[in-house]
Structure formats: structure tokens, C-alpha cells
């Protein structure tokens, strides 16, 4: 994700019902939505911006960072009103740009689809506002309930659901396993079946402490997003802890019919979507603690 640290945002300016700018934050460090949205008006219709409409879909900033606070342009352009998605969680704005607008005369709405904004940067939001990273579990398991056996590797997963593994590990920062699973299967955890950027690796062990410790660690470091591919006992230990936000759980067509290791039990989960590959099933989980 290209703008990471910060959120993606979008930006559409509108008079009399008709777009007249639109943009986004394309990457971190290059001009935000409000900016690239009002820099797109045409010249023939700049002289409407003093009746126009700004929607955003985060706050606008109202501090200088690496580029000047968005919440002063739309009152330089004299823009009438503002409608704001949801309120930004970041500690240097977190109502301010609201509140900069509302002094300067232009009449802010707040809420408007905040839901759909907030799932768009939940990763951001949960990173400022839980301090610590936005949490992904993810495992495989057969049909029977197995996620590991005691005799041999199991292979659970077929081509395209391991390329559809390897593009969610290419959407998070970090990804982290059990001492057990780096020494006995020594997995690359990397992203070769997708394009983008290896995640950042951590071994979950006795040495790292218990499992808040090292997502405050994470945290200090800036992680934003984790993905969680251990075995049974590192995935319990973030589900019983409640440090989970989302689990993707593949079923595949594999039985044991045998002993087995029994994969994780997920509690106060809401079931969001389940997506079929052939044989292969997956369930995508919400921790319904999360708004």
C-alpha cells in the first residue's frame, strides 16, 4: 500500500450537483486527496469553489507534516462546506481540522458513510488507536478439522489459494510464526506468488516475551498491519488473548481420518464472507469486537 504510514483518502468536489475535482492520496509523502481533488478543477470552473462542496473521506489535516495542512487550502479556496467521512484518529489532527474549518465559516458534516471509511483504513485506525498493529490470522485446515498432522507436513492449500496466501501477506507489513513452525517447516514467508514488497518476519518464542509485549514492540516500530500464520498454539494464543481482528480460514478437501493436530477454535467472531475455490473454502472472520 503506497501511502502507508499514512491512510488512503479520497476527494471529490462538487457544485450543483455536478463533480467538478476529484483525487486522492496517491503515496506518502506526495500531495494529499483534498490537494490533487482541488487541483484538478478546471480553470473555467474555479470561480465556482465558493459554492461547492468538498467530500472527504478522512478529516483534513490541520497540521504541517510533509506537506502543508489540507484544512487551510479548502479555506484559501473558500469552499462553503465540507463533508467529512469520519473523524482521523491521529494524534495531531483527531478533530482539529473540523474544528479549523467550522472557525473559518465553512459548515462541516461529519458521519457520512463513516462505516465504509473506517473499513478503508482500519489498519490505521486500529494502529492509532489500539497501539498496536491491525491483526490478520490466517490458517488452513482439512475438512475434518486438522491443521497439522504429527507424522508429516500436510499440504492443505492447492496453487491459487497459496498465490491468494501470498497476496495477503503482500497487503500487510509484518508477518509472524511460532518457534515450532520457523524450526520445523523454516518457511520463506515471503511473496513470491504475488508481486509487492516480503513482509517484515518475527518469530514468535519464549525470548520475545508474551504476545502484548511484542505487539507494543511492533507498535514503537511503526508496524501497522500483522499477519498470523503459526501453528495451533501461537494462533490460540492470539485468539484467547483477544488480539485479533480478522482470521481467514481455508477449508480444503483433505481428511486425516486420523489423529491430527486440531486447528484454532475462533470465539466472538462474526462470519463476513465465505468464498469458494473448487474444492477449497474460505471463510473470512471479523473479531465482532471491532466496529
Known amino acids: 500500500m503506497?501511502?502507508?504510514?499514512?491512510?488512503?483518502?479520497?476527494?471529490?468536489?462538487?457544485?450543483?450537483?455536478?463533480?467538478?475535482?476529484?483525487?486522492?492520496h496517491v503515496r506518502c509523502g506526495e500531495a494529499h486527496a483534498e490537494v490533487n481533488a482541488l487541483a484538478s478543477?478546471?480553470?473555467?470552473?474555479?470561480?465556482?469553489?465558493?459554492?461547492?462542496?468538498?467530500?472527504?473521506?478522512?478529516?483534513?489535516?490541520?497540521?504541517?507534516?510533509?506537506?502543508?495542512?489540507?484544512?487551510?487550502l479548502i479555506i484559501r479556496k473558500g469552499l462553503r462546506r465540507c463533508v467529512v467521512g469520519t473523524i482521523d484518529p491521529f494524534a495531531q489532527v483527531q478533530g482539529r481540522g473540523i474544528q479549523k474549518l467550522r472557525d473559518?465559516?465553512?459548515?462541516?458534516?461529519?458521519?457520512?458513510?463513516?462505516?465504509?471509511?473506517?473499513?478503508?483504513?482500519?489498519?490505521f485506525f486500529t494502529f492509532h488507536q489500539q497501539h498496536r498493529p491491525f491483526?490478520?490470522?490466517?490458517?488452513?485446515?482439512?475438512?475434518?478439522?486438522f491443521i497439522g498432522s504429527p507424522h508429516e507436513r500436510l499440504i492443505i492449500s492447492n496453487d491459487f489459494t497459496q498465490m491468494l496466501c501470498h497476496k495477503r501477506r503482500a497487503e500487510h507489513e509484518a508477518i509472524l510464526v511460532g518457534r515450532r513452525t520457523w524450526e520445523l517447516d523454516q518457511p520463506r514467508l515471503d511473496v513470491r506468488?504475488?508481486?509487492?514488497?516480503?513482509?517484515?518476519?518475527?518469530?514468535?518464542s519464549h525470548t520475545t516475551g508474551d504476545i502484548p509485549t511484542l505487539l507494543q514492540t511492533m507498535w514503537r516500530?511503526?508496524?501497522?498491519?500483522?499477519?498470523?500464520?503459526?501453528?495451533?498454539?501461537?494462533?490460540q494464543g492470539f485468539i484467547d488473548a483477544g488480539l485479533w481482528d480478522e482470521a481467514f480460514v481455508e477449508?480444503?478437501?483433505?481428511?486425516?481420518?486420523?489423529?491430527?493436530?486440531?486447528?484454532?477454535?475462533?470465539?466472538?467472531?462474526?462470519?463476513?464472507?465465505?468464498?469458494?475455490?473448487?474444492?477449497?473454502?474460505?471463510?473470512e472472520w471479523r473479531h465482532c469486537t471491532v466496529q
Open 2 to 24: 503506497s501511502t502507508a504510514p499514512n491512510p488512503m483518502v479520497g476527494a471529490v468536489v462538487v457544485c450543483d450537483g455536478r463533480i467538478i475535482g476529484e483525487g486522492y
Open 193 to 204: 506468488r504475488w508481486a509487492g514488497l516480503n513482509p517484515r518476519r518475527y518469530v514468535l
Open 41 to 72: 478543477v478546471c480553470p473555467d470552473d474555479v470561480a465556482l469553489l465558493p459554492k461547492s462542496t468538498i467530500y472527504v473521506s478522512l478529516e483534513p489535516c490541520s497540521h504541517y507534516g510533509k506537506t502543508p495542512p489540507c484544512a487551510d
Open 221 to 235: 516500530e511503526g508496524v501497522q498491519s500483522l499477519l498470523v500464520e503459526g501453528g495451533c498454539q501461537t494462533l
Open 135 to 145: 491483526i490478520t490470522l490466517k490458517w488452513a485446515q482439512t475438512s475434518d478439522g
Open 104 to 123: 473559518a465559516g465553512v459548515e462541516v458534516t461529519v458521519g457520512v458513510c463513516e462505516a465504509e471509511c473506517r473499513e478503508l483504513n482500519k489498519r
Open 251 to 283: 477449508t480444503g478437501p483433505l481428511r486425516l481420518d486420523a489423529e491430527g493436530v486440531p486447528a484454532p477454535r475462533l470465539h466472538h467472531a462474526t462470519l463476513r464472507d465465505t468464498t469458494l475455490y473448487g474444492h477449497h473454502q474460505i471463510d
